[in-house]
């Protein structure tokens, strides 16, 4: 007698592409499962780390077909990674999760069985251009400014639109007055000390263009030459996320073009999951271009890494606030980043860093996953929200658009009004001695001094 | 077995989606850390709460479906293999910390509560759970509960029997009882007969622990050696000159490999042993203490002992030491670890027993152990793809099992008997014994549901459950 319905899928195996030694490498001890949010949330350890990798090993071995159960539990996987961090074996998660859900989304894409309108039309087509995506923004962004957006929110008006592309919009932030581009150079400020490229994304270039901006001026205070170039998009996480590595290649070799890599000193990225995205350029796709990828993936640099590397110039503002820390995922597990940003924040005078409970348990934003597991974001949203505000921390700082997003749509369902900011608008305020709490309008928009670019000498 | 009907009640007192039973979840389920056993369950649940306990065990009760608790699934004996087509139940669900008595002394937790949770929700309160297993970032309360686990400070602070004070358990009839002065009037103190029991004597839902006052101060060192048997005998001295170290640790060359690989934490590769010596208490006492044990180190040999410069390379040395185990997928693709115990003195022999026997059976053997108990743990490695090797595994560890016990020692410190070594227990325990320990266990769980077949080798468990898996 059978309960439930499990289907089989006809895809072929997923696992092909991946190394037998890199599963095999998993000697199933557990100790993962507790660094794993949806493994902390439900107990089962289909969603933990060590049964996800047991799960796709036997469909690799092929003693276990590809169920829809199956396929449940390796989507309800955020690709957070802190199972990563957490194995003493070195097993490699990312690189089996990554190749295996890529696989099982191209067979569906292929076949078209669970064509989906969402990820084909919004995530795939709208999301990674920042064109597209900013003209679709133009009416909200209208709406909100007349303040009908609140009205519309608070009415729960959004509940009448198809329920993903409501918690899309419910991600917005409030309205930030419209931002200038970013000057294709801002030059060091003191001493030079490097030259660097900064990547700008999609979703981070649209919606925290502020903190661009602020990461410029950090790095001009810095000694950094800055450079913007243009050309450059999205990273391909989102297609890749979506089973798209086709698309997402295309976006790859566009920044390999818009990068000229023997100019800069580095690509300094200042989202986590771009970062970590650029940061493995070179794995993702076997072609005659992978070493040109591996180079450039060798360049990339978390902007807080590459400061403190450095040596960090003392700011000389004053921000007499308690802030605490949320670790990105992607920074925090993909690529190690934890102590910098902190030992960056740790220098402002007058700031006392809390601690956050948790820290490096997944927000719930995941990239996409928001908008495509709103049951199990939610959960870690709440969960997030709930430490933050125990901390009794007056703004929260994480250094990832979605993190950021989501971070600030879970605050608002909770009635808080704490600032969501990246580290680097901090340390912005401090270095141009701008008070606290920070005006929005005074981070926008401005360089220090020329922005023409240099002449250039090869 | 009326299994459809089983599964059909277990839903309706839990909830559908709390009980899993398509086979391609059921996979997950079918060993614990300890992998050369697997058996698939008949299903998974997950209760939410005592109450929820006590109605599972009900259901399986009544049908005679063995049961078996599970926590995080780190256990090392194979205590959470389903044989028998048994139902697995799920602590992980029962998460809460419940309450931090500090004037008291003692913490309420729920079984599924991983031990580190507790240890991060003491943090700054200036106490400490004691029990430190090396699993500790994801085994539960009441997994270690179970197995009597011990850690690296167990040394001086004890294992966890001695930090328990009382328990919430779901007995093998489905009623729910408190154990120990602490969890109520006319709760009996018998905790201490549950601990260690490995599920066969109830589900533990609760745990009243003791909350340990931190040390004044801490001075940890790393010592390292051209040979392990100079590094036994620093800890044979350490512990004749009186002194109770925290902890005192020993890692061989091969898993030191492993561990820099994962850590770099800058141990020399060339080493054959590392030492890890932790002392604490108040100052004045540990200058005296920490001078005697430099003079023994030397005295026995040591290259170079490094005093840890300050709490983060305190931190780094013992994340090293706990993760080590676990790092061993960067040697091999399966191992099993074993947990003997021999007198200290015994230590220079059981290690030099321990190369022999590998090297008679062609198998690599890395080790760390609890040295200042005189706890070794022979990590095995095999490759499980291929059986000829998985069997002169299996067969060193036995001979290593045996010598254990011609040492004066036992076979099991810390990760219990499990499934993996009940059939030792006749040779450790005279027959008459392990029929009082059996007609224990029935009072508990009169209907023979729990755990059945694990930690004693009795009649109920089936034929060659205990058998490696093809
Ligand atoms: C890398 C590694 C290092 C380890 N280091 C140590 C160490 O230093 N010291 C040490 O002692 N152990 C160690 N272990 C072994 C293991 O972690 C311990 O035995 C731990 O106590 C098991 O906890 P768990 O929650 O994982 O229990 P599980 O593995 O889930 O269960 C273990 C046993 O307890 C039973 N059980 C679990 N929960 C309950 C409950 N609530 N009520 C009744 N019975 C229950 C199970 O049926 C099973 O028999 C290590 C394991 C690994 C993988
Ligand atoms: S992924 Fe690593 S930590 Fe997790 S079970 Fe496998 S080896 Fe252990
Ligand atoms: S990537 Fe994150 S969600 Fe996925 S298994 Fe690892 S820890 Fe869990």
Not at chain 1, 290 to 311: M, N, S, T, Y
Not at chain 1, 394 to 422: F, W
Request: neutral net charge; hydrophobic residues 40%.
């Amino acid at each position: 007698m059978c309960f439930d319905h499990d289907y089989e899928s006809p895809s072929p195996n997923p696992a092909a592409g991946i190394a037998r030694e890199t599963l095999r490498r998993c000697i199933h001890c557990g100790l993962c499962t507790s660094s794993c949010p949806t493994f902390t949330e439900l107990g089962d350890e289909n969603d933990g780390p060590r049964g996800r990798i047991q799960l796709m090993r036997q469909v690799a071995e092929g003693s276990l077909p590809l169920t829809g159960r199956v396929r449940e539990h390796l989507e309800l996987c955020l690709d957070c990674r802190a199972c990563e961090t957490a194995c003493p074996s070195g097993v490699e998660y990312g690189r089996i999760v990554e190749p295996f859900r890529t696989a099982m989304l191209a067979a569906d894409r292929r076949w078209e069985q669970r064509f989906d309108w969402f990820r084909e039309l919004i995530l795939l087509r709208l999301f990674p251009y920042p064109e597209r995506l900013r003209v679709m923004l133009g009416p909200v962004r209208m709406s909100q400014r007349w303040g009908l957006f609140d009205i519309v929110r608070r009415l729960g008006l959004l509940k009448l639109l198809p329920e993903r592309l409501a918690r899309m919009t419910e991600l917005l932030p409030d309205p930030a007055p419209g931002t200038p581009r970013l000057p294709r150079f801002s030059p060091a400020v003191g001493r030079k000390r490097a030259r660097v490229a900064l990547f700008v994304g999609c979703v981070a270039d649209v919606m925290f263009r502020h903190v661009h901006w602020a990461t410029i001026r950090v790095l001009q205070h810095n000694g950094c030459d800055v450079f913007v170039p243009r050309g450059q998009g999205c990273c391909g996480a989102i297609h890749l996320h979506c089973g798209d590595a086709l698309g997402a290649r295309r976006l790859a070799d566009q920044n390999l073009v818009a990068f000229e890599l023997d100019r800069y000193d580095a690509i300094v990225v200042n989202h986590g999951g771009c970062g970590a995205m650029l940061r493995e350029y070179g794995v993702h796709w076997r072609d005659g271009l992978q070493p040109h990828r591996k180079k450039f993936a060798a360049k990339v640099v978390d902007v807080h890494e590459f400061i403190e590397q450095l040596g960090m110039t003392l700011p000389a503002g004053r921000i007499d606030a308690a802030v605490t820390y949320h670790d990105s995922c992607h920074l925090a597990h993909a690529q190690r980043v934890t102590a910098a940003p902190r030992q960056m924040l740790a220098r402002v005078p007058g700031l006392k860093m809390i601690d956050l409970p948790e820290s490096l348990l997944c927000c719930g934003s995941a990239g996409t996953y928001n908008l495509v597991q709103p049951e199990m974001a939610d959960r870690l949203g709440r969960r997030k929200v709930e430490n933050i505000l125990r901390t009794g921390a007056s703004a929260v700082l994480a250094a990832n658009a979605g993190c950021m997003l989501q971070i600030a749509a879970e605050l608002r369902k909770a009635g808080a009004q704490l600032p969501v900011l990246h580290p680097m608008e901090l340390l912005d305020l401090a270095y141009r001695e701008l008070p606290w709490p920070p005006d929005s309008r005074a981070t926008a928009g401005r360089t220090n001094g020329n922005t023409s670019p240099p002449r250039l000498i090869r | 077995m009326a299994l459809p009907e089983l599964i059909a009640e277990l839903r309706r007192v839990l909830s559908p989606d709390r009980v899993l039973h398509a086979p391609s979840e059921l996979a997950a389920y079918d060993c614990d850390a300890y992998t050369v056993v697997r058996r698939r369950p008949t299903a998974v649940v997950f209760p939410h709460d005592p109450a929820e306990v006590s109605a599972v065990v009900t259901q399986c009760a009544q049908r005679r479906v063995p049961l078996i608790p599970r926590g995080a699934g780190t256990g090392l004996a194979g205590g959470c293999v389903p044989i028998d087509g048994a139902v697995v139940l799920m602590l992980t669900r029962l998460n809460r910390i419940l309450e931090i008595n500090l004037r008291d002394r003692w913490a309420l937790v729920e079984a599924g509560v991983p031990n580190l949770q507790l240890a991060r929700a003491l943090a700054g309160t200036g106490y400490h759970y004691a029990p430190d297993p090396s699993s500790q970032g994801a085994s539960t309360i009441g997994g270690n509960v179970a197995t009597n686990a011990g850690g690296p400070h167990t040394l001086k602070y004890g294992v966890t029997v001695n930090h328990v004070l009382g328990l919430e358990v779901v007995l093998g009839d489905g009623s729910v009882r408190r154990f120990g002065p602490v969890a109520g009037a006319g709760a009996p103190d018998i905790s201490g007969l549950i601990v260690g029991s490995e599920g066969r004597m109830g589900i533990v839902t609760k745990a009243w622990v003791r909350l340990t006052p931190n040390p004044h101060e801490f001075r940890t060192f790393r010592a390292i050696y051209g040979d392990v048997e100079s590094a036994t005998r620093t800890v044979s001295r350490i512990i004749a000159a009186g002194i109770i170290p925290a902890a005192m640790e020993l890692m061989d060359r091969g898993i030191i490999g492993a561990v820099e690989d994962a850590y770099h934490f800058g141990f020399s590769r060339e080493a054959e042993a590392v030492l890890i010596i932790e002392i604490d208490g108040p100052p004045p006492g540990l200058d005296r203490q920490q001078a005697q044990i430099l003079e023994l180190c030397a005295q026995c040999g040591a290259q170079e002992v490094l005093a840890a410069a300050d709490p983060a390379m305190r931190d780094a040395l013992w994340k090293c030491r706990k993760m080590a185990v676990g790092a061993v997928g960067r040697l091999s693709p399966s191992y099993f670890i074993q947990d003997g115990v021999v007198p200290r003195t015994q230590l220079p022999h059981i290690l030099r027993r321990i190369a022999e026997v590998a090297a008679a059976n062609r198998v690599r053997i890395v080790n760390v152990a609890h040295a200042g108990d005189g706890n070794v743990h022979p990590i095995i490695l095999y490759d499980d793809a291929d059986p000829e090797q998985l069997r002169r595994a299996l067969r060193a560890g036995e001979e290593l099992l045996l010598e254990c016990i011609a040492c004066g020692g036992s076979v099991t410190a810390e990760h219990g008997i499990g499934i993996e070594k009940r059939e030792f227990m006749s040779r450790q325990y005279a027959a008459a014994d392990l029929k009082a320990m059996q007609r224990t266990a029935e009072v508990f769980d009169p209907f023979e549901i729990l755990n059945p077949g694990k930690l004693l080798p009795d009649r109920t468990a089936g034929a060659g459950a205990g058998r490696p898996n093809e």
